[in-house]
């Protein structure tokens, strides 16, 4: 069997093809017999033993150490029928949440730090690179192009920010036309997925980097906001007296051919969640911002109103796929050998 990239190992709808209202096996034949399971180690033994079919290695290898936690986990727990379906439901509710511009399942990822933990274990620090950090939920892909310079809020959103820096190799060469995805919450906390009236995207915007790898654009101070908490990740974080907000910060994702894509956020200093983020995101090196009191370079950088500004500078320094493959590669050999010593 040919080898499938980790995109296209896993189901993404039903079978097609069946009739409806017909039911028919998917055409696979018992391997084996297994024994009846008249004791609980019995059937994690018989589905890992199912398990072993499964063609894609990598695959089977997730599936089979799934297995084994999971089953693991309800043993320790003595886990209860009742908390079992109260799970269940749980998780429904939280796929029923997710709509095309809301991301639910992401959210509990999020604050259980799975999703931080992933974003870290697959893109390790090296050098000078500049560090990752979680997507988050809100990312959309109807943003707008702007130009070097513009907008990516519309006025009245909040105080202004302007943004600038360069997108450089870990040489310290630039990258021309790297293209820059960026998008925020506006001054209230909200994302503009989050307004039931949004008609265009706002506070969001996509531009390139110059030839000398520079980039620049206005937007809007960040705020420190709450996740969402009218949905069961919400009533979740109540459960287990956990606050529910997350740092100031702006999202960027940097995309550039033959470099591996960086996503990425940035926190203003001082912001009081900063210790201790909803989705434990933040990182040292991503916390940055400067005030600027001059209404000339207020002006000069398109804001139309207000003699002062907040300013971001930050150099975007990208991996190229071979030195991200390699690194990768070393950094998960150096973590097996110690978890084996």
């Known amino acids: 069997m040919t080898e499938q990239t980790h995109s296209n190992i896993l189901p993404t709808g039903p079978p097609q093809g069946v009739k409806p209202g017909v039911a028919v096996s998917n055409g696979i034949p018992p391997r084996f017999d297994l024994p009846l399971p008249d004791r609980p180690e019995v059937i994690t033994a018989n589905v890992l033993k199912l398990t072993e079919g499964t063609p894609n290695p990598r695959l089977r290898f997730i599936f089979q150490t799934l297995i084994k936690h999971l089953h693991r986990f309800v043993n320790e727990t003595d886990l209860t029928t009742d908390e079992w379906i109260a799970a269940i439901n749980f998780l429904t ?9 809301r991301q639910e399942m992401i959210l509990l990822s999020d604050v259980f730090g799975v999703s931080a933990l992933v974003d870290t274990q697959n893109n390790p620090p090296m050098g000078k690179a500049t560090e990752s950090s979680v997507l988050g939920p809100f990312y959309t892909d109807d943003t707008a192009h702007i130009g070097n310079g513009e907008s990516i809020a519309s006025e009245g ?7 600038e820096g360069q997108v450089l190799t870990t040489e310290g060469a630039p990258i021309p036309g790297a293209i820059i995805d960026t998008w925020e919450a506006d001054a ?3 994302y503009d997925t989050q307004y ?14 110059a030839e000398d790898g520079s980039f620049g654009f ?6 420190s906001y709450p996740i969402p908490g009218d949905g069961p990740v919400g009533e979740l974080l109540l459960v287990m007296g956990r606050h529910n ?10 995309e550039a051919p033959g470099y591996h894509k960086l996503v990425t956020a940035f926190y203003p200093e001082g912001c009081t969640y900063l210790p201790s983020d909803s989705v434990f995101g933040v990182k040292k090196s991503l916390v940055v911002l400067e005030t600027i009191n001059n209404e000339v370079e207020a ?13 971001m500078r930050m150099e975007i ?4 796929n071979e030195q991200f493959e390699t690194h990768r590669a070393n950094t998960a050999k150096s973590e097996k050998v110690f978890a084996d010593s």
């Not at 509710?93 to 511009?101: D, E, F, N």
């Not at 959103?157 to 943004?163: A, P």
């Not at 907000?245 to 940097?254: E, T």
């Not at 320094?317 to 190229?320: A, F, H, K, R």
């Open 93 to 101: 509710r939280v796929g029923q949440a997710c709509t095309p511009l």
């Open 157 to 163: 959103k909040g105080d202004y920010l302007y943004v």
């Open 188 to 190: 209230d906390g909200f």
């Open 196 to 209: 039931a009236d949004r008609s265009h995207p706002d506070c969001r915007g996509r531009l390139r980097s």
């Open 218 to 223: 206005r937007a809007i101070v960040p705020t």
């Open 245 to 254: 907000m997350r740092p100031s910060h702006l999202h960027v994702m940097v």
């Open 299 to 311: 002006r000069k950088r398109g804001f139309s109103q207000g003699g002062s500004f907040k300013l």
């Open 317 to 320: 320094i990208l991996l190229t």
